[in-house]
């Protein structure tokens, strides 16, 4: 069956435009198409026992979706048994489960690169999709003036506060990695109804999930006091199962083709990260948006090292800002300000050291005023401070060739 983006005529026997052809093959997906979400891999590595860390045997886990319909997402649930030896009690960090994956990685049929992102990266932008934690739930006991037991009830994003020396803890995690906007937008998806191409959704474990106290925790999953041997604390089996999210029986022009959103289908939806360091204290530190994309959003994480790898809640900066190449701020804030409007979004805080700049009501497009930046003006900026930062972004596929990298120091 041949793709189509439809034919038609407008007012006075006009040919529709893109956007008009766009819009209508959109909406007669939505009426029409059918939802599928299909279990398309599934495997465990290691075991409960093994004081060795499947990471180093297994760094990889290569996931090959199928070649079916309009592709939204995957669903990505990780059951990790974390096994401690490391001689001292370990404490979960305050990412976490997030940190199982320390980087997933899809790749389309034409290779694009959609997704190059870290696990604390994806499970915030899952959060702010959903204006609100995701996958967690009210508890009963505080959350309800109910007796019927709503609440906190499955097992679904859980990790134990602690886990003893010489003791196992098990982990669960649930990811969702986004093709298409939405379920309503489907800019960015994946029409897979080819032979000739193949694509690649790519799963990195945490090969460091428990790190000492003492030392930066941003990408650990557990600390353990001094005196504990951290390296010995670690993932010794992990189950992957993964589920492909796909609208199938999409409908049909008269001559017989698919109907398709053609502009939906030239757009990237990515989600990338990067770090920078070389901060200075009190002085503008600017971060570069990439050329020919809009962004919708932005994650920063300022880690100021020290002696410990802190992360704070604000009082070591002075200001964040938008910044147009003239050196316009399109704002200037302070970091309480940034987190009340996160509150307000999410009706709860990240986690310390992390802010969120949303731009989805008004996207930040380089393709029409070019060099924007995001600018730190550190108060503190110890030996070693660092940012961490994830995009969120729409890229049309044949002009990203031409764009820029993403910065990085």
Known sequence: MTPSTGQGGGAGGGKLSAAQLNSIARAAIKSKAIKM??????????APTNTANISATN???????????????FWVQLVATINNQSGETVSLTDFGPANLLTQILFND?????????????LAFVNSVRQRRPFGTALVYSTGFDDPTKYGSNWTVISAPATISSAAQGTVNMWYFVPLAYSEDDLRGAVYANVVNATM?????PNAT???????DQTSAVYSTAAGGTASSCVISQLQVTVYQEYLD?????????VLLPVLDLATIYELKNTSLTAITANQDFPVQYSNFRDFLSTFAIYVNTGSSGARGTGAD???WALQSANFTNIWKLIPSLIA???RNHLQVDLPPGVYYFSSRQKPISTTQYGNMQLVLNALTANTGAYLLIGYEDFGLVQTLTMAGSLAAS
């Open 200 to 204: 690649q959704l790519n799963l990195t």
């Open 59 to 73: 760094p990889i886990i290569n996931v090959q979706p199928r070649n079916v319909g309009l592709i939204r997402g």
């Open 37 to 46: 979400t299909q279990q398309i891999f599934s495997q465990t590595f290691g």
């Open 109 to 121: 049929l034409n290779n694009n690169t959609r997704v190059q992102t870290t696990g604390w990266h």
């Open 249 to 257: 029986q999409l409908p049909t022009t008269q001559q017989g083709g």
């Open 209 to 215: 999930p428990c790190v000492l106290a003492s030392t």
């Open 317 to 319: 900066i002075n200001t």
């Open 340 to 342: 009340l409007q996160t």
